[in-house]
């Protein structure tokens, strides 16, 4: 297969380049790289099955040859992120999300849309299941980017009901791993760059609310199980036990061997108190369920984290580069 992978040199997007190439599908990735890197996907250029095509998907997207599937990746994640890029966020769920489909439907490709537990919001229904519709605020800090992937999720479908387009959809849950940037601001590379360096863990709120975090393979494992079949879900994907951030926090510190403190600091609007996914879906259409334990997940991503350049984990301000003394 010849894919095309949206925001294939991000967090996420390089790890599912890497099986794709690894398993035999030519891989075209598409990237602007304003929060992927072009490290994370430096390795594959070694592979005659891989390349990668600096562009922004939100000017128009052309590829000349043919194309068998389009994987959409491209967005900003991380709150930290789209709080900063508030309209680029907008605009690459949108007109980004369309000249994707537009490529597929071109092509007669398959189209896989990576959308998010955010749809949910912050939900009144605890675990979230696909049939629930969510409670998300259509005005606050972080509708840019939930309201984008409902748009999102609504443009794909649209496009499946009226113009016959293969959609897949994913929604995924929070999802850790190498090649997270140290300062994205996601709580899971926070607290291992904070450990790491021997600050406090700034604990948001006072840390009773949830996540459910799944380890990078696992996800991209579903992903790819989604893409290779035909149908159109959503599916959740994530892994269904679920930790309090505080927890977390204490995780990390038993794993990096941390005597960091924690700071607490106030909750960001809209901060969703609670977040576990429903998978029997996932499970039911594609055998798919999370295998890494937590705390063997985190233990991959310290490793990782501790081979990176030191620049890399430290803080711009007080890299090698910066220091006066
Ligand atoms: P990431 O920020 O590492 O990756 C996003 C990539 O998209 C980056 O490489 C970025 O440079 C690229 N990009 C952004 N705008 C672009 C544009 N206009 N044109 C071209 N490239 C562009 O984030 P990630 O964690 O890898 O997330 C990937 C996808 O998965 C996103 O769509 C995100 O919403 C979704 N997702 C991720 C998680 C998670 O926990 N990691 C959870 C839910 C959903
Ligand atoms: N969080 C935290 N400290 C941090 C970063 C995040 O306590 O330094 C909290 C945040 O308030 C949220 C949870 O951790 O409740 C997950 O945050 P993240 O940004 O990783 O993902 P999301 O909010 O999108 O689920």
């Known amino acids: 297969m010849h894919v095309v992978v ?9 790890h599912v380049c890497e099986v794709l190439v690894h398993r035999g599908d030519m891989v075209s990735c598409l990237d ?33 040859e043919k194309v068998d599937a389009v994987v959409h990746l491209a967005s900003p ?12 966020t907008l605009t690459v769920g949108s007109r980004g999300t369309e000249n994707m489909l537009q490529l597929a439907v071109r092509h007669g ?7 998010t537990s955010e749809i949910y919001g912050d939900p009144l229904e605890h675990p ?4 629930y519709w969510g409670h998300v605020n259509p005005i606050g800090p972080r509708s840019v980017y939930d309201e984008a992937k409902r748009f999102s999720e609504a443009l794909a479908m649209a496009y499946r009901r009226h ?25 899971v590379s926070s607290f291992i760059r904070q450990a790491l360096d021997g600050e406090a863990l700034t604990v948001f709120g006072d840390g009773s609310q949830t996540r459910s975090f799944c380890y990078v393979d696992d996800l991209v494992r579903g992903l790819v199980a989604l893409l290779d079949s035909q149908h159109t879900g959503p599916f959740n994907l994530g892994n269904p036990k679920e930790r309090t951030v505080r927890e977390l926090a204490e995780l990390v510190r ?22 576990r996914p429903v998978i029997t ?20 991503t310290v490793d990782w984290f501790m081979s990176q350049p030191h620049a890399l984990v430290r803080p711009p301000e007080r890299s090698a580069v910066g220091r006066t003394s």
């Open 254 to 275: 038993l794993v990096t061997g941390s005597r960091s403190e924690l700071r607490f600091l106030p909750l960001p609007v809209d901060d969703p108190a609670r977040r």
């Open 281 to 300: 879906r996932a499970q039911e259409s594609l055998g798919w369920h999370p295998r890494v334990p937590l705390e063997e997940g985190l233990r991959h």
């Open 109 to 115: 490709a398959r189209f896989v849309l990576a959308s």
């Open 77 to 88: 994640a991380s709150p930290f992120d789209y709080g900063r890029h508030p309209l680029e």
């Open 6 to 14: 949206s925001g294939g040199s991000g967090f996420l997007g390089s």
């Open 32 to 64: 602007n790289f304003s929060s992927g890197r072009p490290q994370n996907t430096a390795h594959l250029l070694r592979e005659p099955l891989f390349r990668c095509i600096p562009c922004d998907i939100t000017e128009g997207v052309e590829v000349s």
């Open 163 to 187: 113009l016959g387009a293969d959609v897949g959809i994913v929604r995924i849950f929070n999802t850790y791993g190498p090649r997270m940037r140290p300062h994205d601001g996601r709580v």
């Open 128 to 131: 979230q299941s696909e049939d």
